[in-house]
């Protein structure tokens, strides 16, 4: 929000996630400290979408290339035994045009 309490603009490489609302169960998940919500920015997510397509052969969406930035972020400071489950959903193909826009292929 701004200073008059007002919702602020939104940008967000992936139209998907170019909103600034919540749904009530995120609301409620969030209040009751179930779930900690974060965010990738464009960059990390650019950067993430490279490197699972260079590394796994994997063309991730762009929503989902923000899930796994989180992920590379988080990675380094958990326990060896401890385990990361990133949902990739979508299909990348779509997003390819515009990242190769970008220059990131």
Not at 19 to 35: F, I, K, M, N, Q
Not at 44 to 61: H, R, T, V, Y
């Amino acid at each position: 929000q701004d200073e008059n309490g007002q919702i602020q603009l939104t940008h967000s490489v992936s139209a998907g996630l170019d909103y600034a609302a919540v749904g009530p169960e995120h609301a409620w998940l969030h209040d009751s400290d179930r779930v900690c919500y974060t965010y990738a920015t464009d960059v990390e997510a650019l950067a993430a979408f490279q490197k699972l397509a260079k590394l796994e052969g994997i063309i991730p969406a762009l929503e989902s290339s923000h899930a796994i930035a989180e992920v590379i972020k988080i990675a380094p400071t958990m326990k060896a035994n401890k385990i990361i489950i990133a949902n990739l959903s979508g299909r990348g193909d779509k997003d390819v045009s515009q990242v190769a826009k970008m220059g990131i292929l």
